[in-house]
């Protein structure tokens, strides 16, 4: 088993900056690839990026150049660093640990999530 807490979430202006954490615990960490998603309200959870247990990252076109996903294995935590926001942008986030790819069912553990509003 795998547990995920996100943090790092909140209430920012258009062209802000915020970093999200997903703090791991359970089993090895540095095995998973680790993803992240998000969730606006009425719509399917998104695919937002990923990196691989080997360090390959992919990521959304909504979002690319504008977020960059990291890990530290020696503190099992994955990050998503979100640069100039948009209010597009708003919505639940959540930390997925599993199998590399852009699809939910890639991944077998979920975080709780954590709310990013972008107000314009």
């Known amino acids: 088993q795998v547990r995920l807490v996100e943090s790092g979430g909140g209430l920012v202006q258009a062209g802000d900056s915020l970093r999200l954490s997903c703090a791991a615990s359970?089993?090895?960490?540095?095995?998973?690839?680790m993803g992240w998603f998000r969730q606006a309200p009425g719509k399917e959870r998104e695919f937002v990026a990923y990196?691989?247990?080997?360090?390959?990252?992919n990521y959304a076109d909504s979002v690319k150049g504008r977020f960059t996903i990291s890990r530290d294995s020696a503190r099992d935590t994955a990050y998503l660093q979100m640069n100039s926001l948009k209010p597009e942008d708003t919505a639940v986030y959540f930390c997925?640990?599993?199998?590399?790819?852009?699809?939910?069912?890639?991944?077998?553990?979920w975080g709780q999530g954590t709310q990013v509003t972008v107000s314009s």
């Open positions: 997925a640990a599993g199998s590399s790819g852009t699809t939910p069912r890639s991944y077998q553990y």
């Open positions: 359970g089993r090895t960490f540095s095995s998973y690839a």
């Open positions: 990196m691989s247990s080997g360090g390959y990252t």
